[in-house]
């Protein structure tokens, strides 16, 4: 592989990429950097599906643990400090594997976006504000069906600030900002040498997975984890709390419903995510991504990650 090599393994929740990610960085002397947008916060641990010290297998791993839970954090900065990393890893020789599953941050590394400046105060950025606070968040967000569905597919509901965003950008443009971010990937050569591979499964067995997942999260104390967070003063309102789980949780600790009508909640709202990543990973991902079918490779990651070898050495000839 040559300098400029960069390795991305994306998907939805739960499939399995971070073992891939392990295994393949075993075989080619690489590092993982994270593209996950709840794992770069401290103490968001369970709920995040963050990896532990022991699992790592001695792979470096980037971009975890950067950010408190309190601090706002965009694809923006994100882009900045991933790219910090992928030239330590070419410092010492190491292959940068990018992996995870918030590929609106993927991208942004991938096609080293620009983005523009933060909205202005305006008559509109009011009106949206005073709309919000009106109608609540669901009615915020049926807002952008009407004028960029791709948009109201892809955000949820709860990440009010992208909505508003893409809102904005419409009343100022006349067209969608999916449309925008289309054209600035489509315009935009990537800087790196990329392989991406895009990890799918089977819906069914996906949604297994993720119910089973959020029920060895509960075991592991998952409701204790969102308790010191709500202790310490975090809130739904915080940027880090749109992470799914610790929303539900909290509404618990405020006794607004049971705490198992919240793991129902966690279940369900995880697999509509899961849903969502696999239509914005079939959309927006570049036209040479390649497809690994877990159920093809029987689940198994070592016939995986040898795949991904043999498609790399097919590409550098």
């Known amino acids: 592989m040559n300098e400029n090599s960069l390795i991305v393994i994306c998907g939805p929740t739960g499939i399995g990429k971070s073992a891939l990610a392990i295994r393949l960085c075993k075989k080619i002397n690489g590092a993982v950097i994270s ?18 010290e022991d699992e790592k297998e001695g792979i470096f791993h980037f971009m975890i643990d950067v950010a408190e839970p309190g601090e706002e954090y965009s694809a923006a900065r994100y882009k900045e400090e991933a790219k910090k990393c992928i030239s330590y890893c070419r410092e010492n020789a190491l292959v940068p594997v990018l992996c995870g599953g918030t590929g609106f941050y993927i991208n942004a590394v991938l096609y080293d976006t620009d983005f523009p400046d933060e909205e202005i105060d305006s008559a509109y950025s009011k009106y949206l504000d005073d709309f919000l606070s009106e109608h609540g968040k669901t009615a915020f967000h049926e807002l952008l069906k009407k004028c960029d569905e791709i948009s109201f ?31 600035q990937r489509s315009s935009r050569k990537s ?18 997975r993720i119910d089973e997942r ?26 880090s709390m ?16 049971s705490l198992e009508e919240a793991v129902e909640r966690i279940k369900k709202e995880t697999r509509h995510y ?14 040479d991504s390649i497809i690994i079918d877990a159920e093809h490779f029987s689940y198994d990651v070592e016939r995986e990650a040898d795949f991904i070898l043999e498609c790399i050495r097919k590409k550098e000839g």
């Open 214 to 239: 959020v029920d060895k999260m509960m075991e592991e104390g998952l409701f204790s984890e969102v308790k010191r967070l709500y202790d310490k003063g975090l809130r739904q309102n915080d940027n």
């Open 153 to 183: 597919e892809t955000i949820h509901e709860n990440n009010v600030k992208r909505v508003k965003r893409a809102l904005v950008f419409y009343h100022e443009n006349g067209f969608p900002i999916s449309s925008h971010n289309d054209a």
């Open 242 to 257: 749109l992470a799914l789980s610790y929303r539900q949780l909290m509404d618990v600790i405020e006794e607004k419903c």
């Open 274 to 287: 899961a849903k969502r990543q696999v239509t914005w990973f079939s959309r927006q991902s570049p036209k």
């Open 191 to 208: 800087p790196y040498d990329y392989s991406f591979f895009i990890m799918r499964d089977d819906r069914e067995r996906m949604y297994e």
């Open 35 to 52: 593209a996950d947008s709840m794992q770069v916060y401290k103490g968001l641990d369970i709920g995040t599906a963050k990896i532990k």
